[in-house]
């Protein structure tokens, strides 16, 4: 590309092309210079979240008890759509904590905020 002033709505699809490849190529070569080898961030966020096997595996509970929990507030979930989620340190903190009802926490919380 020979004007790199110029504005991106302007570029012709093989100049953008060519853009990209320059960028991909630099983001590339820095990252193997550097020898990442530590996680990033958005990794170890993944790594923390389980599904439901885990779930099942970590409390002993069969899936249809964890999914009657999840409906009566009594487990700590993530997401509640499919697939369901939940992270791992907030079960195991659940258990540490005898297992009491999420709901219960929830409106500790609340009222710890309206103070």
Not at 19 to 31: I, M
Not at 59 to 76: A, D, E, F, L, M
Not at 92 to 110: L, N
Request: glycine share 4%.
């Amino acid at each position: 590309m020979s004007d790199l002033s110029k504005p991106l709505y302007s570029l012709t699809v093989g100049e953008y092309k060519e853009l990209q490849q320059q960028l991909l190529q630099e983001h590339s070569d820095q990252f193997l210079k550097n020898g990442n080898n530590e996680p990033s961030l958005l990794e170890k966020e993944e790594q923390d979240i389980i599904f439901m096997e885990e779930v099942c595996r970590l409390t002993g509970y069969t899936k249809p008890t964890v999914y009657s929990k999840i409906s009566r507030y009594q487990i700590p979930v993530l997401s509640r759509g499919k697939p369901l989620t939940f992270s791992k340190k907030a079960i195991i903190e659940w258990i540490h904590q005898g297992k009491p009802h999420v709901i219960d926490q929830m409106a500790e919380d609340y009222l710890k905020t309206r103070k």
